[in-house]
């Protein structure tokens, strides 16, 4: 899931899974108290923002996409300066 979103969306895979370990340890079931939510902690307005169906949130291979998507615009915004 992590080569498919990484290659899809050319994000390098070590960033996708440093953020799956940092935003919830790897647990596809987490919420934080402020409402995100799967393994790359996505907030349900952004998931339905970028036209994705709510009940698919904490599916891991849609949460993955998601938030793979959504990291690759800022990275392209800000033109890969990843410190």
Request: no cysteine; aromatic share 0%.
């Given at each position: 899931m992590i080569g498919a979103a990484a290659g899809r969306f050319g994000v390098?895979?070590?960033?996708?899974?440093?953020?799956?370990?940092?935003?919830?340890?790897?647990?596809?079931?987490?919420?934080?108290?402020?409402?995100?939510?799967?393994?790359?902690q996505v907030m349900p307005s952004t998931f339905t923002g970028m036209g994705y169906d709510l009940r698919l949130l904490y599916d891991p291979k849609t949460n993955i996409e998601v938030d793979t998507r959504y990291l690759s615009e800022f990275l392209e915004a800000f033109k890969e300066q990843v410190y």
């Open positions: 390098d895979p070590r960033l996708i899974m440093a953020v799956i370990l940092v935003e919830s340890s790897g647990n596809p079931l987490a919420t934080s108290p402020a409402g995100a939510a799967g393994l790359k």
